[in-house]
């Protein structure tokens, strides 16, 4: 007969010769699950041979796990007969995590028992704590009048919009009792990072010249609520991206493909905050290199399981901070809870991007591998050489010369500007002087086309003419041709 096989709460054993093995079994399901079985008298693939029980032997079993398991548990040990054949069975749980064998700490995974190193238990110390005591719905030290009533009507109505709410804005109080965001007049802390008015989050965000962290370009660090955060770095993000641009000249429309799928970076954001450690002093990180984009969050992923067991839809929901993913849940800025991480996998999967998920003692990253420079963009062969010449009477007779009313000219940006605005995204703080130098044409010619850029709105200036910062905005750089061209290289800066 075969009686099951083993699982992360049930185990095994041929004899009580395996006693000690048995144990280390006990402390390793206690410690991941809280609660199991151990059977003396099955082999490991479910086989039912029976155990020889004397008089001492459920005494035997007893004293061993008294002896040598801490802290002390008070399980149940009796005979059972299974295909009629004597075996016994240990019933045990506890809730003291974490449990010891022989000094040792272990932890379940699947059916193998995992001795943890001195960094995992610390983290498991951790995590123990932070689960008795969750931070999202722990009191704050602000009340409603530090409530940024604006903000907290207009994600009702995005929650009603998204169909998960199905009340209306009245006023501050009543709908933080409603979300239970309030009590005795205190806000609790999902309250404050989400709809106060001086919330303390930051994030820090920088891009650096190569593959490692030794020179940077741009460095920033950005205070706000939860999602002012994730709007301000998925923007932050989007500005260092290149885009690849695509004319089909069918229609004469254009597609712009981002190097990392946009919908991959605010979801990688979006969790970075929902299971960040907020206990912790330290900040959610964006560091954007040469050739990978890293978003980071102090937040240790859960002890037993593994990204990838996510990605399968096999990993168990486990909250860090339960209420604060049921708000971003009402207002449909997280989908249903565990499935982020599979979301990031099958978009970037569909994009042919590269990624990986990194996970260690002191928090989660998610990497996003940038694909090799994009030194081309393309234009579909059926434009045909007449592109800059005869794109219809609805655009004009030269797409290089005069773009007609139904484009406009804020859409123009020549082949100068093109370079400024690729050197802005790669260094935000060049100076006029260094654009000159780099493009080879006078100062006073960059300041021209800086100055046209600027009233088009396809940039602005952030801060002081000395340590200030250029901001790239456009989303809607066109290509400029030369006659007989039918590709151009281009690459774009938007949000």
Request: proline share 4%.
């Amino acid at each position: 007969m075969i009686f099951g096989k083993e699982t992360e709460t049930l185990e095994f054993k041929k004899t009580t010769g395996e006693l000690k093995e048995a144990v280390i079994s006990i402390v390793s399901i206690l410690n991941k699950s809280g609660k199991g079985e151990v059977y003396f008298g099955i082999k490991n693939d479910g086989s039912v041979l029976g155990q020889q029980i004397g008089d001492a032997t459920l005494r035997d079993i007893s004293k061993a796990i008294s002896d040598s398991l801490k802290p002390q548990i008070f399980p149940t040990i009796d005979m059972v007969a299974i295909d009629d054949k004597e075996c016994i069975r240990v019933t045990f749980s506890g809730t003291q995590q974490p449990y010891y064998a022989f000094g040792r700490a272990y932890i379940r995974v699947a059916d193998e028992d995992k001795q943890m190193s001195p960094d995992e238990l610390e983290g498991f110390i951790i995590r123990k704590h932070e689960q008795t005591s969750n931070w999202d719905s722990s009191p704050s030290q602000i009340g409603i009048s530090d409530v940024d009533a604006a903000v907290l009507e207009k994600y009702i109505d995005k929650a009603n919009t998204a169909g998960r709410l199905d009340y209306q804005y009245t006023d501050a109080k009543d709908i933080l009792s409603r979300l239970r965001l309030i009590e005795n007049e205190v806000l609790n802390n999902t309250a404050d990072v989400m709809f106060g008015k001086q919330p303390r989050l930051e994030i820090q965000m920088a891009i650096f010249a190569t593959t490692e962290k030794l020179t940077f370009n741009d460095i920033y660090r950005a205070e706000g609520r939860v999602l002012d955060l994730v709007d301000i770095a998925e923007r932050y993000i989007r500005n260092a991206m290149r885009y690849r641009v695509i004319i089909d000249g069918s229609q004469i429309s254009r597609k712009e493909i981002p190097e990392i799928p946009h919908v991959a970076i605010r979801e990688a954001l979006l969790n970075s905050f929902c299971h960040k450690n907020y206990r912790t002093p330290q900040n959610n990180e964006v560091a954007i290199f040469s050739n990978r984009i890293e978003i980071y969050n102090p937040g240790t992923f859960p002890v037993g399981v593994t990204p990838e067991d996510y990605i399968k839809g096999e990993g168990r929901t486990i909250h860090r901070n339960p209420l604060l993913a049921q708000i971003m849940y009402f207002s449909k800025d997280i989908e249903r809870f565990g499935t982020g991480l599979k979301r990031i996998a099958d978009t970037c999967d569909e994009a042919g991007i590269k990624f990986k998920f990194v996970s260690d003692y002191y928090g989660f990253t998610v990497v996003f591998y940038r694909p090799p420079l994009w030194t081309s963009d393309r234009i579909d062969d059926n434009i045909g050489d007449s592109i800059c010449n005869n794109i219809g009477d609805s655009i004009g007779d030269s797409i290089g010369n005069n773009i007609g009313d139904s484009i406009g000219d804020r859409e123009i940006v020549n082949g100068t500007q093109v370079k400024i605005i690729e050197l802005m995204r790669e260094n935000p703080h060049i100076s006029a002087n260094l654009l000159a130098q780099k493009i080879g044409i006078a100062k006073r010619n960059i300041e021209v086309q800086i100055k046209s850029l600027k009233e088009h709105g396809h940039i602005e200036r952030e801060g002081a003419a000395f340590g200030g910062r250029w901001i790239v905005k456009t989303g809607r750089i066109l290509p400029v041709c030369t006659p007989d061209a039918s590709s151009t290289h281009l690459s774009k800066n938007s949000l």
